[in-house]
């Protein structure tokens, strides 16, 4: 399954909505029923986090600005109100088969 | 809290072998799947391999087949990565992973590995 963000770079003003799109080449839905599409932020030389699964779920500790959506072959985080702390990449993955795959990563700059 | 620590990384020469190992505390270590994925130099995220909580089903990447094994020691809190027959692509940071909702939940710092004679 090949993963594809848009847009690649996202040049956002503070304070500002931002929205990152996924699209897979074939629909994440699992044999069990749910779709595992996960959300993670990657800020320069640290690890990646996890901010959403299973689509719209927000991980422990993440910000309510952040919501994901989307279903079948298309998903969409978005960020209501940008902050500074946001900047870095962020991939979309799935795990609904092997091998799981990433989007390229979508960087997002302050204006 | 969920801790993970990966070791082992180096500088390696091209067909030559290399363990790392990711040590987990915080939780219970048996309850969960793992992954391992790498991230070339100024590249993204590419997903290597996965283990279920017990061992007992194993599954890798296809860059990775037949050259990479993934495990674990229960008894240790401990995952592994066998990594044979190196090749310069292979160049890059290992974070292992935690898998929970079908998602890798937490992650370690990572561990750099270099293919270079």
């Known amino acids: 399954i090949v993963m594809t963000q848009t847009p690649l770079s996202s040049p956002v003003t503070l304070g500002q909505p931002a929205s990152i799109s996924c699209r897979s080449s074939?629909?994440?839905?699992?044999?069990?029923?749910?779709?595992?599409l996960s959300w993670l932020h990657q800020r320069p030389g640290q690890p990646p986090r996890l901010l959403i699964y299973k689509i719209s779920n927000r991980f422990s500790g993440v910000p309510e600005r952040f919501s994901g959506s989307g279903t079948g072959t298309d998903f969409t985080l978005k960020i209501s109100r940008v902050e500074a702390e946001d900047v870095g990449v962020y991939y979309c993955m799935h795990a609904t088969q092997i091998p799981h795959t990433f989007g390229q990563g979508t960087k997002l700059e302050i204006k | 809290q969920v801790q993970l620590v990966e070791s082992g990384g180096g500088v390696v020469q091209p067909g030559r072998s290399l363990r790392l190992s990711c040590a987990a505390s915080g939780f219970t270590f048996s309850g969960y799947a793992f992954h391992w994925v790498r991230q070339a130099p100024g590249r993204g995220l590419e997903w290597v391999a996965i283990i279920s909580y017990d061992g007992s089903n194993k599954y890798y990447a296809d860059s990775v087949t037949g050259r990479f094994t993934i495990s674990r020691d229960n008894s240790y809190n401990t995952l592994y990565l066998q990594m044979n027959s190196l090749r310069a692509e292979d160049t890059a940071v290992y974070y292992c992973?935690?898998?929970?909702?079908?998602?890798?939940?937490?992650w370690g710092q990572g561990t750099l590995v270099t293919v270079s004679s």
């Open positions: 992973a935690r898998r929970d909702n079908g998602s890798p939940d937490y």
């Open positions: 074939q629909s994440l839905v699992h044999s069990d029923g749910n779709t595992y």
